[in-house]
């Protein structure tokens, strides 16, 4: 699998298209200096000469390079959720295969986009500025991801305690995280793993009463 294209999803609720194509623009040339210099090798005047902009603009949009890393960040979340979403879908009620796909997709996808590449990269070699978005600051991953697995579970799974499967749904999105950051085995290996833990979590949940 290669690498996932640009969001083509539109501009946010709220937000004038022109703007929303500025903030595209900014952000596309962000993720490509990353790729190709690590977060570390990211200017805010060369990401401006790359969109087309002045660096006044970019601080405009952002309002720091810490901003921009966020944004940036949000975007592949949501490609990544996005994707989970229909993962989930195409397998319905059936637990394991709805499971197995959303992880393995996600795995693969990870170990093949650039940028989760170039944020792995750096940080290995010491810099760490956009590893925390995924780990330490990962409100965003864990929240997004977590929502898409309840979305999905309180259509197939209508009768289980909700804080049960909100339980399991955060459980197997800090593990999938975990193994994006830190793999040990061949994606379909651990994929197989946590489909089986992820059956086991939610099947419980399904059983277990709400309290009251």
Same mark, same amino acid.
């Not at 640009?6 to 962000?30: M, W």
């Not at 805010?44 to 660096?55: I, N």
């Not at 309002?63 to 979340?77: M, N, P, Q, W």
């Not at 197997?172 to 950051?181: A, C, E, G, K, Y």
């Given at each position: 699998?290669?690498?996932?294209?640009? *969001?083509? /999803?539109?501009?946010?609720?709220?937000?004038?298209?022109?703007?929303?194509?500025?903030? !595209?623009? $900014?952000?596309?040339? &962000?993720?490509?200096?990353?790729?190709?210099?690590?977060? !570390?090798?990211?200017?805010?005047?060369?990401?401006?000469? @790359?969109?087309?902009?002045?660096?006044?603009?970019?601080?405009?949009?952002?309002? #720091?390079?810490?901003?921009?890393?966020? &944004?940036?960040?949000?975007? +592949?979340? *949501?490609?990544?959720?996005?994707?989970?979403?229909?993962? =989930?879908?195409?397998?319905?009620? !059936?637990?394991?295969?709805?499971?197995?796909?959303? $992880?393995?997709?996600?795995?693969?996808?990870?170990?093949?986009?650039?940028?989760?590449?170039? $944020?792995?990269? #750096?940080?290995?070699?010491?810099?760490?500025? =956009?590893?925390?978005?995924?780990?330490?600051?990962? +409100?965003?991953?864990?929240?997004? /991801? /977590?929502?898409?697995?309840?979305?999905?579970?309180?259509?197939?799974?209508?009768?289980? !305690?909700?804080?049960?499967? @909100?339980?399991?749904?955060?459980?197997?999105?800090? =593990?999938?995280?975990?193994?994006?950051? =830190?793999?040990? /085995?061949?994606?379909?290996?651990?994929?197989?793993?946590?489909?089986?833990?992820?059956?086991?979590?939610?099947?419980? &949940?399904?059983?277990?009463?709400?309290?009251?």
């Amino acid at each position: 699998m290669g690498e996932l294209p640009n *969001d083509s /999803s539109g501009p946010a609720r709220g937000v004038p298209e022109s703007k929303q194509r500025l903030r !595209d623009a $900014i952000v596309d040339a &962000a993720r490509a200096q990353a790729v190709a210099a690590g977060w !570390d090798g990211v200017r805010m005047g060369g990401v401006a000469q @790359a969109a087309g902009v002045s660096r006044q603009t970019v601080y405009n949009e952002f309002g #720091s390079k810490a901003g921009l890393a966020e &944004a940036l960040a949000r975007r +592949e979340v *949501d490609r990544f959720v996005g994707e989970v979403r229909a993962a =989930l879908a195409a397998h319905g009620p !059936d637990v394991r295969a709805a499971a197995y796909a959303a $992880i393995r997709h996600t795995l693969a996808a990870a170990a093949d986009n650039p940028l989760v590449k170039a $944020i792995l990269t #750096s940080a290995r070699g010491g810099s760490d500025e =956009l590893l925390p978005y995924l780990t330490t600051r990962s +409100e965003l991953v864990l929240t997004e /991801s /977590s929502a898409a697995l309840l979305e999905w579970a309180g259509q197939h799974l209508p009768e289980g !305690d909700p804080a049960a499967l @909100a339980f399991a749904a955060d459980t197997i999105v800090r =593990l999938v995280v975990s193994h994006i950051v =830190l793999p040990r /085995s061949p994606v379909e290996e651990t994929a197989d793993q946590l489909a089986d833990l992820a059956v086991h979590l939610f099947h419980t &949940a399904a059983t277990t009463r709400s309290p009251g």
